[in-house]
């Protein structure tokens, strides 16, 4: 029998006219901050952005914006609060900071539960913060978000490239739009990654140089912008 709570999800995102999951099949290449910079940033274009945490290995986007303090209301569902300019959701507001060990399809009925009852306002974009990998969560967001598109994030390491190269391949395989890949923490000239994305038919955002002083803007969105990250982010913004 069909999931009755799959027909609602379409409803739930039919006021926002983009959905950007921002995803990566390996983890640790700083997906986490490369979407909270560009909600923060087409926010501060003046565009009407959502943020929506749905790392269910860790969901680190609060800690990000520093958003300790807020939590959804519920009228008919859940209405997610403001913070810095962005309507916010997350897991978090479900696990705290305990881990959420789910299995098969208790992913996929998490990710069913928090698409069903969250209530988005009209958006301009609504950013995804993705797990990482390609297995069901990544699977299930194809599925139950018909309009989504993709920006993948990799590491100049041959290791995360080739697992984010097999996610680029099953996206294409399955006629899922692409934005294109950031290339993060980038610390030498080697245009290797560029040369192999633009060679697989995927358009290459930008590269971030790796940035220390990324730690200390953790927990202030302002700050963000300073830093490698948010600058190149902001730039990539604009052609969103």
């Known amino acids: 029998m069909a999931d009755p709570r799959t027909s609602i999800i379409p409803e739930r995102l039919s006021r926002v006219r983009r959905v950007v999951a921002v995803s990566s099949g390996k983890g640790g290449v700083g997906k986490s901050l490369i979407a909270t910079s560009l909600a923060l940033s087409l926010a501060e274009r003046g565009c009407r952005v959502g943020l929506f945490d749905l790392d269910f290995t860790s969901p680190s986007t609060h800690l990000i914006l520093g958003a300790n303090d807020v939590q ?24 705290g900071n305990e881990a959420a060990p789910l299995r098969g399809a208790e992913t996929s009925n998490a990710l069913i539960e928090l698409l069903a009852v969250t209530l988005w306002n009209e958006l301009d974009y609504l950013v995804i913060d993705s797990p990482p990998g390609i297995g069901d969560a990544l699977l299930d967001l194809v599925r139950l978000v018909p309009q989504i598109e993709f920006l993948i994030v990799t590491t100049p390491s041959r290791l995360a490239f080739e697992t984010v190269k097999k996610q680029l391949r ?12 950031v290339e993060n923490m980038k610390m030498t000239q080697a245009s290797s990654v560029k040369q192999q994305t633009e060679a697989l038919g995927i358009r290459f955002l930008t590269e971030i140089p790796y940035d220390p002083a990324v730690e200390d803007a953790i927990g202030n969105p302002q700050k963000l912008f300073s830093t490698a990250i948010g600058r190149k982010v902001r730039e990539l913004s604009k052609t969103m």
């Open 170 to 181: 099953l996206l294409q395989e399955l006629k899922i739009p692409v934005v294109g890949i």
């Open 72 to 95: 959804p209301t519920e009228d008919k569902g859940l209405i997610p609060p403001k913070v810095a300019g962005l309507e916010y959701m997350s897991l978090v507001y479900y696990s």
